[in-house]
């Protein structure tokens, strides 16, 4: 089989009868017959030998993928985490009307205290 490689030896192409242009670097190679030509990209030829490595768009794409993967990770968690969020902040926001509630009732018998006072004080004083 003819391949066409690149300046770093990465296989760019690959074919039964050499149809490459002439001013690219083209080998004969015996792949295994297991070989997957749809990865033919992630391999270079060095020596004589098929060296698997990954090409800078493979990494590209795989970095890309991986952050994809991470941020859809992260929104289907996120509403839950919202969720439990919007909880809490109701449960605080009761806790507070229930506490004011109870402030009110002291005031109003720190109120009804002192205008006892003020009465006594009144009745006291006559």
């Given at each position: ?88 902040v109701c449960a605080l926001y009761e806790e507070n009307l229930a506490i ?27």
């Amino acid at each position: 089989m003819f391949v066409q490689l690149n300046e770093e030896n990465r296989i760019i192409g690959t074919a039964d009868e050499n149809c490459f242009p002439e001013d690219t670097i083209v080998i004969e190679f015996n792949f295994p017959e297991d070989f997957d030509f749809d990865n033919q990209y992630e391999f270079e030829i060095v020596d004589g030998k098929l060296v698997a490595s990954e090409s800078e768009d493979a990494k590209r794409y795989r970095e890309e993928a991986e952050q994809l993967e991470k941020r859809e990770e992260f929104l289907s968690t996120a509403p839950a985490t919202l969720s439990d969020q919007d909880d809490a902040v109701c449960a605080l926001y009761e806790e507070n009307l229930a506490i004011k509630e109870t402030a009110a009732e002291q005031d109003d018998a720190i109120c009804y205290l002192y205008e006892q006072l003020l009465k006594e004080g009144e009745t006291n004083g006559k």
